[in-house]
């Protein structure tokens, strides 16, 4: 593979990722159903998440309702194995 079909890929990925990120973004959710971990309670300060269409999850906290990061279900996927994985321990 060429340096320059190389970085052709590359555009053509980043630009696909950035797609599915705005239509992401896009999506109406204000009627989503809000979820936090087992045996919270919505009243808490706690992670909450929604699930959305195509396997991408929306995130807040409990505490601050308008603040929503959205992820792509590849996204949520590496996330969700890194934690399991302890990438995200404090140390």
Sequence with gaps: M??????TTDESLAAEKQRQKDELYALDISGVEWEGAPGTSPDEERVEIARLPEGAVAMRSSLDKETV???????????VLGARDGEFDLR
């Design 2 to 7: 060429t340096d320059a079909h190389a970085t």
């Design 69 to 79: 990061l959205r992820y792509t279900k590849a996204e949520w996927d590496a996330f």
